[in-house]
């Protein structure tokens, strides 16, 4: 393993334009440029050590090393910017950015993530379909 100092040298994406890190939808194309680099697990180390957020660090997503951290700290680590009301924290799934049109303003205050919000509600839409469907055959049977 590399001195903490000496891997970003060694580090491909300091010859990428970064925005390939940290852009909406480029993620597969930062993978690809990780899956080359002779020091993907530093980078990813560092990420973790210094719970860097945003980007793709060490071939890995936000919400991947999230769930990383979480093996590492208990299933109840949350990202340190999760208490915050700052623009651009994640939401408490960790899978999606609280900015914009998917922050829910809820009454009494506080903020809800609209896209894990329509994610349960489709899940218990399928639930309910289900359960009625079931009910119909018991019905005909």
Known sequence: MLASDEW??????AQTDPEVFF???QHLNAKAVCAGCPVTNECLREALDDEIEFGIWGAMS????LALLREERGDDYK???LNSTAEGAFCNSGA??????NVLFIVGGGRRCRACKQ?????ARSRRYAAEREARELAAA
Do not use: T, Y
């Open 8 to 13: 970003h040298r060694e580090a491909v994406c």
């Open 23 to 25: 852009a909406k939808g």
């Open 62 to 65: 936000p919400p991947e090393r």
């Open 79 to 81: 990202w340190p910017s």
């Open 96 to 101: 999606h950015l609280m900015v914009g049109e």
């Open 119 to 123: 994610q349960r509600d489709l899940e």
